[in-house]
């Protein structure tokens, strides 16, 4: 099975920073970067395009410096199965500005992938961060994080995510294991109180890190995601929740 992390409203973050943080999140995961591609844009029949184009890493450091760069990827593949693979788009190539880190369960030993990305949150800011499991293949957990060909992960979530009805980042998308969230989270309105104070005021809610000034990790337990969502989900304060679909009644038995 195969996690990934998405973290929304990075424009902040630098391209020459976020390809300082794929070569350390690949070394301390002891995984070579096996390829390495960069956007170009193009122009088709007089229309702007882009494709994709395979460069060394070296290559594609001189072209971050060069500012010649405007998404890239770089990947662990072996025998055409991608383990590990961190994306970097802005708004220049698709619509937003996000950051994907997308592995192999086996990868990741003893959470060592979300304290990699608590330190990198302590010393960056982006927006929104969550991280979610459960996807069959890298592939599947990029479809997931940008919100595209119906990828979900719970049963009660919309088949489409529009990034940008994250409205300022005063909504969450759903609720996950791992959530890094900011200020204007915390002061969302849950009940007669605030998500902050509703997070603090029972154990099952989870737990808060404050990672900076601006950005805080909320953890919750597996066994509690499902009446988290629920609750949160039914005062509209998540864009992906959904009524759960009822199970179709079984047929009654017919007696002879």
Same mark, same amino acid.
């Given at each position: 099975?195969?996690?990934?992390?998405?973290?929304?409203?990075?424009?902040?973050?630098?391209?020459?920073?976020?390809?300082?943080?794929?070569?350390?999140?690949?070394?301390?995961?002891?995984?070579?970067?096996?390829?390495?591609?960069?956007?170009?844009?193009?122009?088709?029949?007089?229309?702007?395009?882009?494709?994709?184009?395979?460069?060394?890493?070296?290559?594609?450091?001189?072209? !971050?410096?060069?500012?010649?760069?405007?998404?890239?990827?770089?990947?662990?593949?072996?025998?055409?199965?991608?383990? +590990?693979?961190?994306?970097?788009?802005?708004?220049?190539?698709?619509?937003?500005?996000?950051?994907?880190? +997308?592995?192999?369960?086996?990868?990741?030993?003893?959470?060592?992938?979300?304290?990699?990305?608590?330190?990198?949150?302590?010393?960056?800011?982006?927006?929104?961060? !969550?991280?979610?499991?459960?996807?069959?293949?890298?592939?599947?957990?990029?479809?997931?994080?940008?919100?595209?060909?119906?990828?979900?992960?719970?049963?009660?979530?919309?088949?489409?995510?529009?990034?940008?009805?994250?409205?300022?980042?005063?909504?969450?998308?759903?609720?996950?294991?791992?959530?890094?969230?900011?200020?204007?989270?915390?002061?969302?309105?849950?009940?007669?109180?605030?998500?902050?104070?509703?997070?603090?005021?029972?154990?099952?809610?989870?737990?808060?890190?404050?990672?900076?000034?601006? +950005?805080?990790?909320?953890?919750?337990?597996?066994?509690?995601?499902?009446?988290?969502?629920?609750?949160?989900?039914?005062?509209?304060?998540?864009?992906?929740?959904?009524?759960?679909?009822?199970?179709?009644?079984?047929?009654?038995?017919?007696?002879?």
């Amino acid at each position: 099975m195969y996690s990934g992390i998405a973290l929304y409203n990075t424009e902040n973050i630098l391209q020459n920073i976020a390809l300082e943080f794929a070569e350390t999140l690949f070394s301390a995961l002891n995984v070579p970067i096996t390829e390495a591609r960069y956007v170009k844009p193009i122009t088709k029949n007089g229309d702007r395009d882009f494709k994709f184009v395979n460069i060394s890493l070296r290559g594609l450091k001189r072209k !971050i410096n060069l500012e010649e760069v405007i998404a890239f990827d770089s990947l662990n593949e072996l025998d055409n199965i991608c383990r +590990l693979q961190f994306v970097y788009n802005t708004d220049k190539f698709g619509r937003t500005n996000n950051i994907y880190i +997308l592995y192999d369960n086996k990868l990741d030993h003893d959470g060592s992938i979300l304290e990699l990305m608590k330190n990198f949150a302590r010393q960056n800011y982006f927006a929104y961060g !969550i991280k979610y499991s459960k996807c069959k293949s890298t592939n599947n957990a990029t479809e997931y994080a940008g919100g595209f060909n119906f990828a979900t992960i719970y049963p009660y979530e919309k088949y489409h995510f529009d990034e940008k009805k994250l409205d300022g980042n005063k909504r969450l998308r759903m609720v996950y294991t791992a959530n890094i969230i900011n200020h204007h989270h915390l002061e969302i309105g849950v009940d007669n109180t605030t998500l902050k104070d509703w997070i603090l005021s029972d154990t099952s809610h989870g737990t808060l890190e404050e990672l900076s000034d601006k +950005l805080w990790l909320w953890q919750v337990a597996e066994s509690e995601l499902d009446n988290i969502n629920n609750f949160l989900g039914q005062l509209g304060l998540l864009i992906s929740w959904k009524l759960p679909t009822p199970e179709p009644e079984k047929p009654k038995r017919r007696l002879p």
